[in-house]
């Protein structure tokens, strides 16, 4: 058999066959079902069988078959010839599965069997020949007209062939038909035609597959496939605009909107000059096709292939080419029959087997079936100026249209608006609509974004005018006791400013106070006699008046420091009271100190307060960004419990969860594990960590259960024979290592994740976990380790295991009168973190039971009150992990503890400095917070009433940067151009060391101030930039600093790296900026120092 395609343009579509037929025609029974090769789990499928030349009632069944198991999808009972499509339901699969389609065809003297294989994937959430048109719009009728040409031995008549046709898109039969054809013989050839109509729609883009075969006397099937491209269009039709399509910054705007009634829509709103910088990053109407699962049927995965057998007979006539195989593997589809579709791969013929000849060329790639790859990962380019002005859902009702009200804003810019909705009848997507901001003239300040006090520096505001015409502008700086502005020499503040001209003003700025300055200068057109450029000046009758307003920041010389004294009072019906003496170091930089007390009626409000900020450090890193996402979590759940989670505070906190949810994707490996930068190995930690946040946060926002699935399972693939887990990736902190194997460690926290999960005991996965881990209980000596362990075990509500850890608990406890806590090891400071961390696990111990007695909740609140005061100003503690396991201790036993009644008045006082504050059960939530006006000096706190108050005093201060170094250190140099005519080109070298106990440091950060009025250029930083050996990880750019990630620092080996900056705008009497490392896990590991320009 062979076929052959000649395509001719006269707006008809031609489809020629070659033929080859065989003398003689057989009566037996023959039968065809065509099916996709891979179908997507769970959805509607559809298969197409045909029954030729029935001689008897039979009965074709189709089952599909895995393993066992055997699913009846048709049992369809004829006469007479049938051509029909059934629709049936695809199985639910978690893993590419392949699965057998079996069709039998029985009656009283026939019965045949075929089996083909068939791919079911998992759900992810993400043929013409020649046409009258190249390419079709919704609602265009494709008219295509087949001739077909037979070209057969004279002896053979053939009067009428039977044209099936089957129309696919997307990977699916959509249409299904079959023409009898009319054969005409002419000079030994035979020939006829058939068309038919098929519509396009929406549901038919972007590509459209037509098959058509027929079945000759002799048994074979000739068949050919075609594509035909269409229009990217969807169902779901939006548009939108602006009204009106031009603005001045401030006034008021509408977003017009409209798609199908009922749709929810997504809309932005992103500054032109983004998308200058990174073109491409639209979504667009390429990109949504792209995420479709099938676009078009392409060949066949490996794994359905089926294997080619012997003929055990010697074939009256060769067949020469695999044509309608072929044609049918081009559109996706397999197909089961009793008829010849493909060429024998042998033939048996008297005990000898011959295999047919092929020609041996080069292997080419298989062919793509349609499935996206994983795309390369995304750039992100971090901007100093704001780049989203709108990022909201609307919904348009039932009219299909909304009118959503905006305020423009100040930026002078073009606004470049998309909109997406979705409804019943899919997603669709609107043209992009542009909104230009429009200012006759406007007004630009050039400052830097902070400087430190002594330093002075030229402010320029610089006024542009976009008339046609001249203007007389008058530019004004609004008067401020915070700094004093110097005219420049000769520098007038009225002047002519003709068409697209521009205007430069100075100033000298001093600042005089510390902190943030807020600095605003008005531009305003006047009207004047003057003539400028030989013409009289025009007053815009819009936008008149520009003005200005930015921050800058004025900070004090050397290092800020943090101190906090912290108290949980609960006084009962009586009256408490503490004593603090907060004093200042002696070399503390003159006006650089301030201080604060703040109360507040539950324990969890201050960290209510700061949640997304609970730890001043940066959050570059998967786990990081997990340390923010879940105290959401365990507040909302407090606050739920208790019945004061308002409306107001749950979308402030899924508004945290939803961003995180995000962010926390771009950490996420193809397998479901996570890695701290999203590359590199998978983390084990990590995984488990965002398995047990995620499982909790899909009660508060939408979790795809595919990502907790996925991740659940890699965990589950990493266990031991003997049922504990596999540590992969390193340990967030290394001094969690200890007596025993980490993974006993590792399979502890994981256990905990699952049963926190509400995994049943019962669970295999969970049940060998815990037989895991109580055979290794005895050889324990991990104080960490031990904490983890009676938290799991009481978790798993085994009372007589808990018990024997807890007296291993007890015995190295550390008591202080009213405190209770532990620590890794007895040289550790009070206040290190994986103190806070294992304490927590303690008390997440002691409160989970199932009853807890008074006694334990006294024995509970000795080791809160001692974790209340290792809180910083923030709610926080000293890092990540410890800050995640102590707010979820604390808000387990602020849920225990909890009372609705009840108010407590706190006084606190010093000589001269008295503060009062209420706190009852209608403002328990408010933080109120006073200034210390007379420190140095000792305050005393009483509190009085019969709820509990956290009081908190806060110093902030700075004093010159340290140069004692303890088991980190860090060196700068600087060099470079001094030039004054192209600003200075400055070079900073730095080297960082380790000389502590362990071989190397957890990750380490570089946090390098700028110097005033520089930029950094960090390419050379960049982990791509470095040599393969580089401890660079990440490095990010934020305000006036420059974040270094670095992997570890081995111990006695030197870390050097580079770092370009130049001047942008001049500063005098400029200072030394600091720069930072710190170990980012334990904080307290730290070193400081000073660079400073070298030039005059």
């Known amino acids: 058999m062979a076929l052959n395609i000649s395509c001719c343009w006269k707006d008809l579509l031609l489809l020629s066959f070659l033929l080859i037929c065989v003398n003689g025609q057989t009566s037996r029974p023959s039968f065809m079902v065509t099916f996709p090769a891979v179908i997507q789990s769970g959805s509607e499928a559809k298969l197409c069988a045909s029954l030729l030349k029935p001689n008897e009632s039979l009965v074709m069944n189709i089952h599909l078959v895995h393993g066992d198991q055997s699913t009846l999808l048709l049992q369809e009972k004829a006469e007479e010839e049938f051509h029909r499509c059934f629709n049936f339901k695809a199985p639910l699969v978690e893993a590419e599965s392949v699965q057998k389609m079996k069709v039998e065809l029985q009656g009283e003297t026939f019965k045949m069997t075929e089996e083909r294989k068939v791919m079911f994937k998992p759900y992810h959430p993400l043929t013409f020949i020649q046409t009258d048109k190249p390419i079709y719009l919704p609602g265009q009728t494709v008219l295509p007209k087949f001739e077909v040409t037979v070209k057969s031995p004279n002896k053979v008549s053939i009067e009428e062939e039977e044209l099936i046709i089957e129309v696919l898109s997307r990977g699916v039969i959509v249409h299904h038909g079959y023409e009898k054809v009319e054969v005409k013989s002419s000079n030994g050839v035979a020939s006829g035609t058939m068309s038919f109509k098929l519509s396009i729609s929406a549901d038919l883009a972007p590509v459209v597959q037509i098959l058509v075969y027929c079945v000759l006397p002799s048994e074979n099937v000739v ?31 509408t977003l017009q909107l409209s798609a199908q009634p009922g749709s929810l829509c997504g809309l932005s709103a992103v500054d032109q000059s983004v998308l200058i910088l990174k073109s491409g990053e639209r979504l667009d109407t390429d990109k949504i096709f792209n995420l479709l699962p099938v676009k078009s049927g392409s060949d066949y995965p490996y794994a359905v292939e089926d294997e080619r057998e012997c003929l055990h007979v010697r074939p009256r006539r060769a067949v020469p080419t695999d044509n309608a195989y072929e044609s049918l593997k081009r559109v996706g589809l397999k197909m089961a029959t009793n008829l010849v579709v493909r060429v024998p791969q042998c033939l048996s013929y008297r005990g000898l087997i011959y295999h047919r000849y092929h020609d041996i060329g080069m292997a080419s790639p298989m062919a793509d079936f349609g499935y996206p790859g994983r795309d390369s990962p995304a750039v992100t380019i971090r901007t100093v100026f704001p780049e989203t002005w709108i990022w909201e859902l609307a919904e348009v009702g039932d009219s299909g ?3 959503v009200p905006v305020t423009v804003p100040d930026t002078i810019t073009s606004w470049e608006t998309e909109a997406f909705c979705l409804s019943s009848e899919g997603l669709g997507l609107a043209p992009p609509a542009q909104l230009t901001v429009f200012q006759p003239f406007f007004l630009e300040l050039s400052l830097p974004y902070s400087i430190i006090r002594g330093e002075i520096f030229e402010l320029k505001a610089t006024v542009f005018n976009y008339l046609s015409k001249c203007i007389m502008v008058k530019v ?45 200068v008005s531009a305003e057109a006047e009207a004047s006699q003057t003539v400028c450029d030989n013409e009289i000046v025009s007053v815009p009758e819009r936008g008149r008046i520009d003005t200005v307003t930015r921050s800058l920041l004025v900070q004090a010389e050397g290092t800020e420091k943090t101190e906090t004294h912290s108290w949980l009072l609960c006084p009962n019906g009586d009256s408490l009271s503490e004593e603090v003496a907060l004093t200042l170091p002696k070399d503390v930089i003159e006006g650089s100190a301030r201080s604060t007390v703040s109360v507040i009626g539950d324990i969890l409000g201050r960290a209510l307060r700061n949640l997304h900020e609970l730890l001043r450090m940066p959050y570059g890193c998967g786990e990081q960004n997990m340390a923010v996402l879940s105290p959401n979590i365990y507040i909302l759940q407090y606050l739920e419990n208790t019945e004061q989670l308002t409306s107001a505070i749950r979308e402030r906190a899924t508004g945290f969860l939803k961003s995180g949810y995000q962010r926390q994707l771009n950490y996420r490996h193809n397998s479901g594990a996570y890695s701290t930068f999203g590359y590199g190995e998978e983390n084990t930690w990590l995984t488990a960590f965002v398995l047990r946040s995620f ?62 999960l509400e995994t049943p005991i019962t669970d295999p996965v969970v049940s060998k976990g815990l037989s895991c881990l109580r055979s290794v209980i ?12 009676t938290y799991t075990f009481s978790l798993a509500r085994d009372t007589d295991t808990r018990q024997q850890l807890f007296k291993k608990l007890e015995d190295v406890a550390i008591s202080d009168g009213s405190l209770l806590h532990w620590s890794q090891s007895a040289s550790a400071d009070d206040s290190d973190s994986l103190a806070v961390e294992i304490s927590s696990y303690v008390l997440l111990a002691v409160l989970t039971a199932d ?15 001692w974790l209340v005061k290792q809180q910083n100003a923030y709610g926080g503690f000293s890092s990540t992990q410890d800050t995640v396991v102590a707010l979820q201790a604390l808000s387990l036993y602020a849920t225990k503890v909890f009372s609705s009644d009840g108010s407590s008045t706190v006084t606190v006082q010093s000589a001269g400095d008295t503060h009062h504050f209420d706190v009852n059960q209608d403002n328990k939530l408010l933080y109120q917070e006073k200034q210390l006006q007379n420190v140095p000096a000792k305050y005393s706190i009483e509190v009085k009433g019969s709820t509990c108050v956290s009081v908190q005093m806060a110093q902030f201060y700075n004093i010159p940067t340290p140069t004692k170094a303890k088991t980190l250190s860090i060196e700068a140099k600087i060099e470079g151009d001094c030039k004054k005519t192209s600003g200075q080109h400055l070079l900073l070298n730095f080297t960082v060391k380790y000389d502590g106990p362990q071989a190397r440091t957890n990750m380490v950060i570089v946090d390098i101030k700028l110097l005033s009025g520089f930029t950094a250029d960090t390419s050379m930083l960049e982990p791509q930039s470095t040599s393969s050996l580089s401890l660079v990880e990440r490095v990010d750019s934020k305000d006036d600093h420059v974040i270094v990630y670095l992997k570890e620092v081995p111990k006695n080996i030197a870390v050097n790296h580079q770092l370009q ?5 001049p500063v005098k009497n400029l200072k030394p900026a600091v720069i930072k490392v710190y170990d980012y896990y334990q904080t307290s590991d730290l070193a400081e120092t000073e660079y400073s320009s070298h030039c005059e």
């Open 401 to 403: 249209s909304a009118q």
């Open 851 to 865: 009853s807890v007695s008074t006694a334990d909740l006294g024995y509970a609140n000795r080791i809160v009150s």
């Open 223 to 253: 068949a050919s496939s075609k594509n035909f491209d269409t229009e990217k269009s969807f169902k779901n039709k939006v548009s939108l605009q602006f009204s009106p399509a031009k603005a001045v910054p401030g006034e008021k705007n």
């Open 778 to 789: 005895e050889d324990v000596k991990n104080i960490y380790t031990t904490a983890l362990l």
């Open 1061 to 1065: 900056l130049k001047q942008i705008l």
């Open 476 to 520: 004004t700086p609004a008067p401020s006791s915070d700094y004093t502005l110097k005219a420049s020499s000769d520098d007038q503040y009225s002047s002519c400013l003709c068409a697209n001209g521009r205007k430069t003003f100075k100033w000298i700025l001093t600042p005089s106070v510390l902190g943030v300055l807020n600095i605003t």
């Open 695 to 756: 499982g909790r946060a899909q009660k508060y926002i939408f979790i795809d259960p595919q990502i907790i699935q996925s991740a659940k399972e890699w965990l589950i693939n990493r266990r031991d024979s003997d049922g504990c887990f596999i540590q992969q990736g390193r340990l967030f902190n290394n001094r969690m290592k200890g007596g025993v194997n980490d993974n006993v460690t590792m399979t502890a926290y994981i256990t905990a994740s699952l049963l926190e």
